[in-house]
């Protein structure tokens, strides 16, 4: 089963504007991943924010983490045809390394 | 640095085949983890693999097996093939299950 969801499950928004993708999870966690996906590829890792971080940067990319919602945040700033693509959350749990999905987020970026 | 490799890509079976599907991870990955991603079900993991040993297991049936050489190289079988077994398997190597995972492109396994 899924431990995370991702809302919404579809987001079409213009060039330039900010794309705000939201996740939430079911227990308590190590880590939390974003990943990417272009239509017909693999995953493409992005960006890992740990249980005890609440926000994290990496270049257009911000992530927050709320560990008393069980919930995170990705916010692309000023986004691009390019950014098109599923964005997914993984979590791995405490006390099980391995690696869950949530149901990921459709962004399609309108030229 | 060469990428995660699966092979093949695209794959066409029929019902109560068995297919074997490869992955060869990162030099100096240690870990592969295999996921099937359906429109239906998403992205569901089917097995992790260190160091030859199979640390975790998803929820799939015992039709679906996998192993792992010495040199990390990785391989998933699944035997009686369905209709429902049609999906995208996706490899994943990286140092340990819960660091970043670097995916290969998958491969598309359909069943007439």
């Known amino acids: 089963s899924q431990q995370g969801e991702e809302d919404p499950q579809a987001l079409s928004i213009q060039e330039g504007e900010n794309a705000t993708m939201n996740c939430s999870y079911k227990?308590?966690?190590?880590?939390l991943q974003w990943y990417r996906q272009n239509s017909g590829r693999g995953l493409v890792h992005l960006i890992l924010?740990?249980?005890?971080?609440r926000e994290k940067h990496s270049g257009r990319l911000r992530v927050t983490l709320d560990t008393s919602k069980k919930s995170s945040s990705l916010l692309i700033t000023a986004s691009r045809a390019a950014d098109t693509a599923s964005y997914f959350c993984?979590?791995?749990?405490?006390?099980?390394?391995?690696?869950?999905f949530g149901t990921g987020t459709r962004l399609t970026i309108i030229p | 640095k060469a990428g995660v490799t699966q092979t093949p890509r695209y794959l066409i079976k029929t019902r109560g085949q068995q297919v074997t599907l490869s992955c060869s991870p990162i030099?100096?990955?240690?870990?592969v983890s295999w996921y099937q991603q359906t429109p239906g079900q998403g992205l569901q993991f089917l097995f992790e693999?260190?160091?030859?040993?199979?640390?975790n297991k998803g929820n799939f049936p015992g039709r679906f097996s996998g192993r792992q050489f010495s040199n990390s190289r990785s391989e998933m079988n699944v035997s009686t093939l369905e209709l429902g077994d049609s999906a995208l398997y996706l490899c994943?190597?990286?140092?340990?299950?819960?660091?970043?995972?670097?995916f290969g492109d998958g491969t598309r396994l359909s069943i007439l």
């Open positions: 227990t308590s966690i190590n880590n």
């Open positions: 030099s100096g990955h240690r870990s």
């Open positions: 693999y260190f160091s030859e040993t199979q640390r």
């Open positions: 924010i740990r249980s005890n971080e």
């Open positions: 994943a190597s990286s140092f340990t299950a819960n660091w970043p995972q670097h």
């Open positions: 993984a979590t791995d749990a405490k006390g099980n390394e391995k690696l869950t």
